[in-house]
């Protein structure tokens, strides 16, 4: 039954609150590990592991999600996935060991990935070719509003409440996205998708924790540490081997591959996931070394860190919605490039911060970041979607989702190095605080205690200077990440992705539940 246009906009609506409560949990935590330490006495390990277990299974269930999502119903699967992630966050609140509570963060990183996923695989199903640049753009919108917004409700609570309720904040507005889910969204799936691949579903899985472990061991621990070296490597090795696996099960006669590597034969899907990859990289150092620049240099507190990334936010939201109007305007390959070089401008502008700058500059360069960003984004992301079968719209989507979920921890680690090592690098110790200065090197929180613990005014500026020295260089390698991006795209991107045969641009090419063509069915051939 075709989906009228009214129900597909409720429906997207659905998938914006799903994509909210995910987007809330994946910023509140670090509001609460304080709190969480105390409450249940947990080690600097287990600590590590509150945030790293939900990374690490997030980004292992995508391509899994995706193929559960084609096969057995895309709605099917998100309802799922909403259920178990509000079980899971009221697991969180009540646990009583920090065992308990790594065991809900691994639950609700694999059900944060079937909303992720069945959430932008929607997007193809329900959107035409000329809606859906604007569908993204919202879908981005939403996704991203949970940057300030989980601060901002995560200091609150603990400020005024129990700190479990960080976590249960998320049944409420999870039950609203599972009502509104099941009113508007239409069930489609994939009648002749590939058998379930034991063999695929273990590789993809076990190189992508591998992969992403690694990375976040190297964030941790430095590029020097053997064991995050190990794993990358190892973890690369096991995707190689998944992908080789999925070649021969394509030249196989009869074989049902999980991910079809035709899909890569289309220039547009491919370069589009690359460069979402570098929209990734280029804006994570502005997400991991801001809201400590804001509490640690300037003196505010986690609310005034999230106020203060309102600004980006604002640009995204102004790059993201308008940006289907512009890609009709002036093309993919030239929406994509000028979000790149808006954000390059920007994070080349916020090198110049420091302690003294007014809320206005900070405010101006954060929204120029932001709109590239937003803008690049959600147009890189539409041509990837164009480019998708919609028979295969759930494995293609955790594709372009598990390279934007292993890229963030890509990026905190190469950007957590270079501001350390500039650190270091400016940092002079008098040689009274031998015995201190391993703790005063080891990031602008360790100097912080070390000044305080000495009662040094000068030590304290010391500091604060040096990491944002570190800042500023940062910054200049996130630019050269979004200068990267944007040659990519001028050399490689394609001017405007050919439409898939038979997307007819009504926006109802897909009856939910019809069978579906051939795995190959519907790919852009080589544009």
């Known amino acids: 039954m075709p989906i009228s246009a009214r129900h597909r906009w409720w429906a997207l609506g659905a998938l914006s609150l799903s994509m909210l409560a995910v987007g809330l949990d994946g910023t509140v935590l670090n509001v609460a590990l304080p709190a969480l330490a105390e409450s249940l006495d947990a080690s600097g390990s287990e600590l590590q592991w509150f945030s790293s277990s939900y990374l690490v299974f997030l980004a292992a269930a995508m391509l899994p999600a995706g193929l559960v999502g084609d096969r057995y119903g895309r709605r099917k699967t998100l309802v799922c996935a909403l ?3 509000g079980a899971a966050s009221v697991a969180c609140a009540w646990a009583q060991t920090p065992w308990q509570f790594i065991t809900a963060r691994c639950l609700l990183g694999v059900a944060g990935a079937g909303i992720i996923v069945m959430a932008l ?6 959107f035409s070719e000329d809606e859906r640049p604007k569908a993204v753009g919202i879908w981005s919108a939403a996704n991203f509003l949970a940057l300030p917004l989980g601060p901002l409700a995560g200091g609150w609570l603990l400020t005024h409440f129990w700190w479990g309720w960080v976590f249960l904040i998320n049944v409420p507005v999870t039950l609203i996205g599972l009502g509104a889910v099941l009113a508007f969204v239409p069930e489609t799936l994939d009648r002749e998708s590939p058998r379930m691949d034991p063999l695929g579903m273990v590789l993809s899985v076990g190189g992508l924790v591998a992969v992403t472990y690694g990375l976040i061991r190297a964030g941790e621990f430095g590029w020097g540490e053997g ?6 490597i190892g ?3 096991v995707l190689f081997a998944f992908y080789r696996h999925q070649v021969r099960l394509t030249a196989r006669s009869g074989g049902h591959p999980m991910l079809d590597p035709r899909l890569f034969r289309a220039r ?3 370069w589009g996931v690359i ?3 570098f929209v990734a990289l280029a804006n994570i150092g502005v997400l991991f070394l801001m809201p400590q620049f804001f509490q640690a240099v300037q003196g505010t507190d986690a609310l005034g860190s999230g106020l203060r990334l309102l600004p980006m936010i604002g640009g995204l939201v102004l790059g993201a919605v ?5 890609v009709q305007l002036l093309g993919t390959k030239v929406a994509i490039a000028a979000g790149f070089a808006v954000m390059a401008a920007g994070l080349l502008l916020g090198a110049k911060t420091d302690a003294s700058s007014p809320l206005w500059f900070v405010g101006v360069w954060m929204a120029m970041s ?7 984004m959600a147009s890189a992301t539409s041509a990837v979607l164009s480019q998708v079968p919609e028979e295969r719209s759930g494995v293609g989507a955790a594709v372009l989702q598990a390279v934007n979920k292993v890229g963030a921890p890509f990026g905190a680690a190469v950007l957590g190095s270079v501001a350390l090592t500039a650190y270091q690098s400016h940092l002079t110790l008098p040689t009274a605080l031998d015995a201190s200065a391993d703790e005063a090197r080891s990031g602008i929180f360790g100097g912080i205690a070390v000044a305080e613990r000495v009662d040094s005014a000068s030590l304290l500026s010391l500091v604060r200077d040096s990491f944002t020295h570190g800042l500023h260089i940062a910054l200049v390698v996130s630019a050269g990440f979004a200068l990267v991006g944007l040659a990519l795209t001028l050399l490689f991107m394609p001017g405007s992705p050919g439409r898939r045969p038979g997307a007819d641009g009504s926006g109802t090419q897909n009856a939910p539940t019809e069978p579906a063509g051939a795995p190959a069915k519907g790919l852009a051939e080589g544009v």
């Open 83 to 85: 259920l178990l992630f």
């Open 268 to 270: 547009a899907y491919t």
């Open 370 to 376: 932001g709109f590239g960003m937003g803008l690049a």
């Open 121 to 126: 695989s929607a997007l193809t199903v329900l």
């Open 235 to 237: 973890g690369l090795l």
């Open 275 to 277: 460069l979402i990859g």
């Open 227 to 232: 064991v995050a070296w190990a794993l990358m």
């Open 322 to 326: 308008p940006a289907g109007r512009i």
